[in-house]
């Protein structure tokens, strides 16, 4: 059977070494379907949503993990996000034509940002200049900065899956680096190919099969997108009294698309007045309190 749209990850047991595998199929589609671009635009969408799933899942949180990068080249943003639950979605904005390239090439001079948005606890963000061959090389960077982990990255997308391998060091184990350097080194030989055409545990035998490896069960991935009507209430209301009043006198509906679905959600006059009606009551009640 062909695994799709999972992410496994792995365990070196005699070594300290972890690992992590992700193949996105549906999910990916159902995320470029919303995003505009030439093949080379979209294989960044791909590459950052299979990494963003990933690293999402090297740290225990309730929320949501954002990866984003920032230039001032062809491509200026792109977001990619993915929570607990393994649920992903993810937009890109630049130019819709833009040749292959370093990240330098693509981007310009910019910044690559992770934050981890916590449910039940303090938010985290780590910034790195987004410098580099490719993304993979970026993130490898980031974690060697702000983790003071070894970290290899291999992302690739096309037009049907994006696709990732993850291997990174454990903190505080005896004999890390000669454990790390031999793992690196039969990592080292995986290709494009394989990483699109093989299952996960077909993969690891094909480059580990001499080590024990432990894999743990598939987490299965989707696209969902966060978006809701109650949430684009809470912006609306945000924006004040005169603001929506005068978008309403140039056009007698708001409409707000989501950038991540498009998604569209309409207000007349009378929602907007019940917006801020029911948000300055809620406000109220919660001051005399």
């Not at 809701?228 to 140039?250: D, P």
């Amino acid at each position: 059977m062909i695994e799709q749209d999972l992410l496994r990850r792995f365990l070196f047991e005699d070594l300290g070494v972890r690992g992590e595998w992700v193949k996105l199929t549906n999910s990916w589609q159902a995320a470029k379907l919303h995003q505009l671009g030439s093949e080379n635009v979209q294989q960044q969408l791909g590459q950052a949503l299979a990494a963003v799933v990933m690293l999402s899942a090297t740290v225990k949180f309730k929320g949501s993990m954002i990866l984003q990068a920032q230039g001032d080249g062809d491509i200026k943003t792109l977001v990619a996000q993915a929570t607990d639950q393994r649920k992903i979605r993810g937009l890109i904005r630049g130019k819709e034509n833009v040749a292959p390239g370093s990240l330098e090439d693509i981007f310009g001079h910019g910044r690559l940002v992770l934050t981890i948005e916590s449910e039940n606890g303090p938010s985290y963000q780590g910034i790195v200049p987004l410098q580099g061959s490719n993304l993979a090389s970026a993130l490898q960077t980031y974690f060697e900065q702000s983790e003071q982990l070894k970290t290899r990255l291999w992302l690739f997308a096309n037009a049907t899956h994006a696709v990732g391998l993850l291997l990174q060091e454990l903190p505080a184990q005896d004999n890390y680096k000669r454990d790390w350097e031999h793992i690196e080194i039969l990592a080292n030989t995986v290709t494009e190919q394989e990483l699109f055409e093989l299952n996960c545990e077909q993969l690891l035998y094909r480059l580990f099969n001499q080590e024990k490896v432990r894999v743990f069960d598939a987490e299965p991935v989707e696209f969902s997108c966060a978006c809701s009507r109650s949430k684009i209430e809470q912006t609306l209301f945000s924006m004040g009294r005169t603001e929506l009043e005068e978008i309403l006198m140039e056009r007698d509906i708001i409409e707000v698309s989501c950038e991540f679905c498009s998604e569209r959600y309409h207000f007349d006059k009378i929602d907007v007045e019940s917006i801020l009606s029911k948000k300055s009551a809620t406000l109220d009640s919660e001051t005399r309190h």
